[in-house]
């Protein structure tokens, strides 16, 4: 018996375990993104009018500053971060433009 013959059935019982360790690591990342749902960057033109139509209602005046569109378990929900002087809000706002939650931000400092 030679010392390759040896080798080889190592180097496959090797990639086996490698492939396992792998498929162990990728499930529960797949899950996670399942059950917190997934976020993307929105930019302020794509925003929906029911959208911005709700925060010129609400905070008229203040400015888009960042907008990320959430999907969680089907539902849509936009969180905007909105800024006027030195005074932020963040908002979540559903597809419809009903405002879900209005939060106030620490307010900037002048730089």
């Known amino acids: 018996m030679s010392r390759f013959d040896f080798v080889r059935p190592t180097r496959w019982l090797f990639a086996a375990l490698l492939a396992c360790v792998f498929a162990a690591i990728s499930v529960p990342a797949a899950e996670k993104e399942e059950e917190g749902g997934k976020e993307e960057t929105v930019a302020v033109k794509d925003l929906p009018k029911a959208v911005t139509d709700a925060i010129e209602k609400e ?3 203040f400015s888009i500053v960042e907008a990320e569109k959430e999907t969680k378990k089907g539902k849509v929900l936009y969180e905007v971060t909105v800024k006027k002087d030195k005074a932020v809000f963040e908002l979540k706002i559903d597809e419809a433009g ?3 939650s209005k939060k106030k931000e620490k307010e ?3 730089k």
């Open 59 to 61: 905070l008229p005046g």
């Open 98 to 100: 009903k405002i879900v």
């Open 108 to 110: 900037e400092d002048e």
